[in-house]
Structures are given as structure tokens and as C-alpha cells.
């Protein structure tokens, strides 16, 4: 019997991560997630996944600290054997929001330590477990989710953008990078999604969609993006590496 495809989800006990973690369910893989807690939230989203019929397992991890990737992966390795996935979900929002001129190291690094840089070497060492467990083996990918903010700039929340729109540049060389191992990478910015990260402006871009902001107008939902992953991670756009996906209602389509 063929040994069903394995996706590790980082930041996933909630919102989009778990989105994605049910959509990849669905799709036929068993899952991994990942975060900082297990709370009722990461056990909510242990039984939706088993409800799914497929295997699953909560590691607590912290994707920002470089030294608990191996760890991880080999956590993985040893309960399933192989690796076909891998979501790149975990991120932070800044914490506040303010003029550019007064952003701080300390605002960077923060957000740079996650968004970035845990990210780029959970995905290196990740690839690197690939190649050497097969260095073809067909059916496998690389998912990571950013932002529309890596490409439209909000001055009050440098330091995420920055963040963002270097996780997008990593994303295209790892496509680059990875593609004669059969491995593509792609890209997904979500816009205007209903996660807790956005509630605080909730009612600030409803007024603005209702404006005309976004040519669809109403939010985007975790399940959305989930969705897109799942199509991503099956192989929906074979022939293709490193492709952005705006998952965003037209927020980023160019108008006149």
C-alpha cells in the first residue's frame, strides 16, 4: 500500500495555519503542527484533523530558534519517515503600529527573528532533509505564506514589511535553488484575512472595502488560503516554481 504524503504546518493551532492543516487533511496528507503552545486551540485543531481520518501529531517548537530544527525534523523523520510538505506559516504582526522614523533595532529584530530568518532555516534544513532522504522523489513542495504587505508598503508597520518582502525574495530563491530536485516552491500572500492578528483593524477595513479598496468586497477567510495551499501542495500547477499567489480579493490587482 503507498504510504500516505506527510505536510508539517508551523503555526498552526490556529487561524490560516490550522486552515491549511485541514485543507492538506483533506487533500490525503497526514499533518504536523507546530507552535509555541499546546493550548485549546492546538488540541481543537488535533481532533479536526483526526475527524479528517488521518494521522497527525502536535511538536512544540519554536520555529525562530535555529537550534530546534533539527530536533523538529528529526521528531518528524522518526515518527513518519519522509517529509512531502512543508508550510511555512508561523509569523508575528508588529506589535504596534508607528512612524518609521521612530522604529527601533529591537522592532526589526523581532520581527526579522520569525518572519524571516527562522523561516529561511527551517526551510534550508527542511531541503536538506528532503534531498538526502530522495534527491527526486516527485510529489513534494514548499509553501510560504507572506503577506500583501511584501509588496504594498504601510510606513506604520515597517519593520513587518521588511520582514515580509524578504521572506518572498527567500521563497523565490529556494524555487530557484530546488527545482532540479523536483522540490518547487511557491508563494502565497494572503490580503484582508479574519484571523485574530487582524481584529484589531476589523472594522477599520470593512469601512475602506466598502469604499472599494479591495474589488471583491468583503474579508478573505483562513479556509481560502488553506484551500490554496492544498492546491499548491497537489501538484494543481505543475511546470512552474517560485509563483506568487495573491489570495487577496484584488487587493493587490493594479487599477486605474
Request: hydrophobic share 45%.
Amino acid at each position: 500500500m503507498e504510504q500516505r504524503r506527510l505536510a508539517l504546518v508551523t503555526g498552526s493551532r490556529r487561524g490560516i495555519g490550522r486552515a491549511a492543516a485541514f485543507a492538506l487533511a483533506e487533500a490525503g496528507f497526514d499533518v504536523v503542527i507546530n507552535d509555541l503552545e499546546r493550548d485549546d486551540d492546538a488540541e481543537a485543531t488535533l481532533r479536526g484533523l483526526a475527524d479528517r481520518g488521518v494521522q497527525s501529531r502536535f511538536i512544540l517548537s519554536d520555529i525562530g530558534d535555529i537550534d530546534g530544527h533539527a530536533p523538529l525534523l528529526d521528531e518528524i523523520y522518526g515518527a513518519f519517515g519522509r517529509l512531502d510538505c512543508l508550510v511555512n506559516n508561523a509569523g508575528m504582526i508588529a506589535q504596534r503600529r508607528g512612524d518609521i522614523l521612530e522604529a527601533s533595532p529591537a522592532e526589526l529584530d523581532g520581527l526579522w527573528r520569525i518572519n524571516l530568518r527562522g523561516t529561511f532555516f527551517l526551510t534550508q534544513a527542511a531541503a536538506r532533509r528532503m534531498i538526502a532522504e530522495s534527491p527526486d522523489r516527485p510529489g513534494r513542495s514548499i509553501v510560504t505564506i507572506t503577506s500583501a504587505n511584501s509588496l504594498m508598503v504601510s510606513p506604520e508597520k515597517a519593520a513587518y514589511c521588511i520582514s515580509k518582502s524578504a521572506a518572498s525574495m527567500a521563497a523565490q530563491l529556494f524555487a530557484v535553488r530546488l527545482a532540479e530536485h523536483g522540490i518547487p516552491v511557491f508563494e502565497i500572500r494572503p490580503g484582508l484575512i479574519t484571523t485574530e492578528m487582524s481584529a484589531p483593524v476589523r472594522e477599520r477595513y470593512s469601512k475602506m472595502m466598502a469604499e472599494g479598496l479591495t474589488p471583491i468586497r468583503r474579508w478573505g477567510t483562513p479556509e481560502e488560503v488553506g484551500r490554496t495551499v492544498a492546491s499548491l501542495a497537489t501538484g494543481a500547477i505543475p511546470y512552474s516554481i517560485g509563483q506568487v499567489v495573491n489570495v487577496d480579493g484584488g487587493l493587490l490587482t493594479f487599477r486605474l
